[in-house]
C-alpha cells in the first residue's frame, strides 16, 4: 500500500495528523509513505498522487477538489483529516478572519460596543462563506474523513457517514523528562496560541491569588502572553518563551522543567471537538497537571491522573493547583498515574497501527465505521 499525504505547514496540527503517523507507519510496516511540502518538486507531487490513499488536511480549495474527484475517479481513495471544528471559530480567536461568516460586535466592560468584525474592513465574509462551502463539498466527496475525537466524529458525520478517529499522539521516547536537580521552586507552566485567550483568562484572577499565596511560585508561559491578564503577578516572577519548530517542541518543554501543567479550557461548542494534546504533553513528562473538567478533558479523566476543575470555579482552581503545590508526594504521583494513560493510550510507538488499519480497510472496500466508536 502506498500513503500520500500534503503538509499545510509545519506546525503542530501538520506534524500530530501528518507527519507523526505516517512517519511512524512507514517506519513499523511496508507501507510507503510520502509527504508532500509546499515547494515540492512536480515529480514528487506527480507521485504522491499516483498513491493509493490521498490524505488532505482541511481540504476547501475549489481546483483541488476537482483534481481529487478526477483521482478518485481511476480509483484513488481520498481522505480528509479535521482536528478542529472548522464551523464553530470563536470571534475572539485570529483565526475567526479566515473562517468567521458574519459581523461581530463587542460589548466592553464600560457597556459601549464595538465592532469586533466588520465585512469589508478586516474580514471578508463573502470569501470565508465560499471557503466553507468548499470544505463541506469536500467533506461530502472524499471516501473517509479522519478526526481526533468521538465528539468531532459525530459533528462530522453530518456531511460524511465514514468517520475514523484517529486521536493526537506523542512519541514518549522522545517526550521525556531530564534529571534536573531539586529545587524549591515551583514552575507553573502553560502553553497555548492567541486563539486560547479566552481560555486563559478563566486564569486572570486565579494566578494572581496562587502567586500570592505561594511566592516560591513562578508562571512559565510559552506561545502568546496576555499581558493584560497579569497585572496581578510581579514580572519577575513570569518566564516567557516564544514557540519553536514542532519537532524540537518537546525538547524545549522538558529543559523549561514543568513542575505543574495549568490547562485551562472554556466549555464552548468549538472545545469539546478539541482534542487532550496539552495534557497529553504534560503527562508524557510525569508533569501532573490541573485541568479544566470540560470536553475533550473529562473523556481521559480518571481519579488519580489529574486534578480536574468542575464548572471552571475560580474557587476550585485556586485549590486545585494549591494541593498539587503543598503536595511533592502527591505530584509525583498523580504525575506516574497521567503518564501510564498516555503510555496506554496516546504513544504513537503503539497507536499507529491504527492509522495503518483505517488505510488498509478504506482500500480494500471494508467500512470503517466500527472504527470510529
Not at 98 to 112: C, F, K, Q, R
Request: glycine fraction near 6%; charged fraction near 25%; proline fraction near 5%.
Amino acid at each position: 500500500m502506498k500513503v500520500s499525504a500534503f503538509l499545510r505547514d509545519d506546525g503542530a496540527c501538520g506534524f500530530y495528523r501528518v507527519a507523526l503517523p505516517l512517519n511512524m507507519v512507514s517506519h513499523k510496516t511496508d507501507t510507503q509513505t510520502i509527504l508532500i511540502k509546499h515547494g515540492d518538486s512536480h515529480d514528487k507531487i506527480a507521485q504522491g498522487l499516483d498513491a493509493d490513499v490521498i490524505v488532505v488536511p482541511r481540504l476547501s480549495e475549489p481546483l483541488f477538489i476537482k483534481t481529487l474527484k478526477e483521482l478518485q475517479s481511476l480509483g484513488k481513495k481520498i481522505v480528509i483529516d479535521h482536528d478542529d471544528n472548522m464551523f464553530d471559530i470563536s470571534p475572539l480567536s485570529p483565526h475567526y478572519e479566515e473562517h468567521g461568516v458574519t459581523n461581530v460586535n463587542y460589548s466592553m466592560a464600560d457597556g459601549s460596543v464595538v465592532p469586533l468584525w466588520e465585512d469589508g474592513r478586516n474580514i471578508d465574509l463573502k470569501v470565508n462563506k465560499q471557503k466553507l462551502d468548499g470544505v463541506k463539498e469536500a467533506l461530502e466527496m472524499v471516501d473517509m474523513v479522519t478526526v481526533t475525537t468521538p465528539i468531532l466524529a459525530d459533528f462530522y458525520r453530518e456531511y460524511n457517514d465514514n468517520v475514523v478517529v484517529l486521536p493526537n499522539c506523542v512519541n514518549t521516547e522522545i517526550w521525556k523528562s531530564l534529571p534536573f536537580k531539586e529545587t524549591d521552586e515551583i514552575r507553573l507552566f502553560w502553553a497555548g496560541g492567541h486563539s486560547h485567550y479566552e481560555d486563559w483568562c478563566l486564569l486572570s484572577d486565579v494566578m494572581p491569588k496562587v502567586m500570592g499565596k505561594y511566592p516560591r511560585t513562578k508562571l512559565v508561559i510559552m506561545g502568546a502572553k496576555f499581558d493584560g491578564t497579569l497585572k496581578g503577578i510581579d514580572k519577575d516572577r513570569i518566564e516567557f518563551h516564544p514557540w519553536i519548530h514542532t519537532e524540537a517542541y518537546p525538547y524545549k518543554v522538558a529543559i523549561l522543567n514543568p513542575t505543574i501543567g495549568i490547562v485551562p479550557l472554556q466549555n464552548t461548542k468549538f472545545n469539546q471537538c478539541k482534542s487532550a494534546i496539552k495534557w497529553i504533553e504534560m503527562a508524557s513528562l510525569g508533569v501532573p497537571c490541573v485541568t479544566s473538567l470540560v470536553s475533550p478533558y473529562k473523556e481521559i479523566a480518571t481519579e488519580n491522573n489529574g486534578v480536574f476543575i468542575e464548572g471552571n470555579d475560580p474557587a476550585g482552581w485556586v485549590e486545585g493547583i494549591s494541593i498539587l503545590i503543598e503536595d511533592s508526594i502527591l505530584r509525583a504521583s498523580v504525575g506516574r498515574s497521567a503518564q501510564e494513560t498516555v503510555k496506554a493510550h496516546f504513544d504513537i510507538n503503539k497507536e499507529y497501527t491504527q492509522w495503518q488499519k483505517a488505510y488498509e480497510e478504506l482500500v480494500n472496500g471494508k467500512s470503517n465505521c466500527a472504527l470510529a466508536q
